[in-house]
């Protein structure tokens, strides 16, 4: 038989399970992201370009995960990194909640970047150690489909949540809401 026809059926099991829902609450989070940007503005009262540094924190987090994720890594492993990754980008996401002031966004902007950005190239290697090389590629492509849905459901939902009582804030929520479902419920 061809290696193909001996591979064993994809089998989604709670490890890469896991590993979407990584995938999908930092999607998440990165589309709304975006359209959150002018809202924080208005808020703070900042011109465009100040208020477009929070998305240089967030590639600056970006830059820093990848000049710690190996360490990261090595150290606890590719799934613990994961894990850890996602957690930080938590503490991101509710430093963007609580605080309002400039300063704590810009941080809580990069503390996310870190963190998610860890989450996700932690996840990518816990698939491919997980998995042989064609389900590996084929649960990545699911996975990038996940989080990209989670997205544009995050950017409907910032439209619906900027005019309800709840405020564009809650979107940020939902995020966090999603790291601890998948925690719970899959892993």
């Given at each position: 038989a061809s290696p193909v026809e001996s591979e064993a059926p994809f089998r989604r099991d709670?490890?890469?399970?896991?590993m979407y829902g990584h995938l999908a609450v930092y999607g998440f989070f990165l589309f709304v992201?975006?359209?959150?940007?002018?809202?924080?503005?208005?808020?703070?009262?900042?011109s465009r370009t100040v208020a477009g540094l929070h998305g240089t924190a967030l590639a600056l987090g970006a830059i820093i995960a990848g000049l710690l994720n190996t360490r990261i890594g090595h150290r606890y492993g590719p799934e613990?990194?994961?894990w850890i990754?996602?957690?930080?980008?938590?503490?991101?996401?509710?430093?963007?909640?609580?605080?309002r002031s400039l300063t704590f966004t810009l941080l809580g902007a990069l503390i996310t970047g870190v963190g998610g950005s860890v989450?996700?190239?932690?996840?990518?290697?816990v698939v491919h150690e997980h998995l042989p090389a064609q389900q590996a590629e084929k649960a990545l492509t699911e996975a990038n489909a996940v989080a990209s849905l989670s997205g544009a459901a995050g950017t409907t939902l910032v439209g619906l949540l900027v005019v309800s009582r709840f405020g564009w804030r809650s979107t940020f929520i939902v995020a966090l809401i999603g790291m601890v479902l998948v925690r719970v419920f899959i892993y």
């Open positions: 709670r490890l890469t399970l896991a992201f975006g359209p959150v940007q002018p809202l924080l503005r208005d808020e703070q009262g900042t613990r990194a994961s990754g996602i957690t930080v980008a938590g503490v991101g996401m509710i430093d963007l909640i609580a605080f989450a996700i190239i932690s996840s990518t290697s």
